[in-house]
C-alpha cells in the first residue's frame, strides 16, 4: 500500500477541487474529531475510487471484488448501492489489506480478482459489511468517550472506539488510514481503512 500516493491524490483534488475528496484531520491536537464536511462533490463512491485508482493504483482489489458481483444480465447490487441516490458510507480497504485476506484464506498469490474465489455469496457478504446507511463523517462514526456500534448493510454489526479503531465481528482491530477518511462524495463518505472487515471468522 502506497499511503502517501494516496494522500497525495486526495489532498490535490481537494486543493484543486477536481475531485469530490474532501480530506480534513482525523482529530485535532486534543484528540477529538474535527471533521470539515464541506461541501459534496458531483463524483460517486464508486467513481472517486476509480479515480484514485488510475491516479496511484490503490483499490485495485476493491474494484475488483465489486465487479466480480456482476451477473449475466449486467446486474451488480452491490455496484448499485456505491453508485446510486441513496447516501451511504464505505469504508474502503486498502489493496494491502485484500492482499492479508486473501493469504489469510489461502491464496498463495494474492490478486485483485482472487477475492472473488471467495464465491459471489461470501464476496456480497463481505463487501455489504463496509457499508452503512446515511452520510457519516468521522465524528458520526467514532464517539469521543465510549464506544459505538453500528449496523452495516448486510446486517451485522461493527464497533467502534474512541481511539479511532474499529472491531470487527471476528474480533480485528481495524485502523482507518490517517488523512483518508471523510472523502465526500455525491451519494456519501469515503474511510480508508487497513484491514478487510469479517462479518464472519475465517475457518
Not at 477536481?18 to 470539515?36: E, L, Q, T
Amino acid at each position: 500500500m502506497n499511503v502517501n500516493r494516496i494522500r497525495a491524490y486526495l489532498i490535490a483534488a481537494a486543493l484543486v477541487g477536481a475531485g469530490s475528496a474532501a480530506v480534513p484531520a482525523v482529530a485535532d491536537a486534543k484528540g477529538k474529531n474535527s471533521p470539515v464536511p464541506g461541501k459534496p462533490g458531483g463524483q460517486n463512491i464508486v467513481e472517486i475510487a476509480r479515480e484514485v485508482n488510475q491516479a496511484s493504483g490503490e483499490f485495485e482489489y476493491l474494484l475488483a471484488a465489486v465487479n466480480c458481483l456482476t451477473d449475466a444480465d449486467g446486474k451488480n447490487p452491490v455496484a448499485d448501492v456505491l453508485t446510486g441516490e441513496d447516501k451511504v458510507t464505505l469504508f474502503a480497504p486498502t489493496d494491502a489489506a485484500f492482499e492479508k485476506l486473501q493469504t489469510a484464506v489461502g491464496i498463495d498469490s494474492p490478486a485483485p480478482a482472487a477475492t472473488c474465489n471467495l464465491g459471489t455469496e461470501s464476496v456480497t457478504d463481505l463487501l455489504t459489511y463496509h457499508v452503512t446507511d446515511g452520510r457519516r463523517f468521522s465524528n458520526s462514526v467514532f464517539n469521543n468517550n465510549r464506544q459505538k456500534d453500528i449496523e452495516m448493510l448486510n446486517g451485522a454489526w461493527i464497533t467502534t472506539n474512541p481511539d479511532l479503531t474499529i472491531n470487527d465481528a471476528a474480533g480485528q482491530t481495524i485502523g482507518v488510514v490517517p488523512d483518508s477518511v471523510n472523502i465526500n462524495a455525491s451519494n456519501g463518505v469515503i474511510h480508508v481503512i487497513n484491514t478487510v472487515m469479517l462479518p464472519f471468522a475465517l475457518p
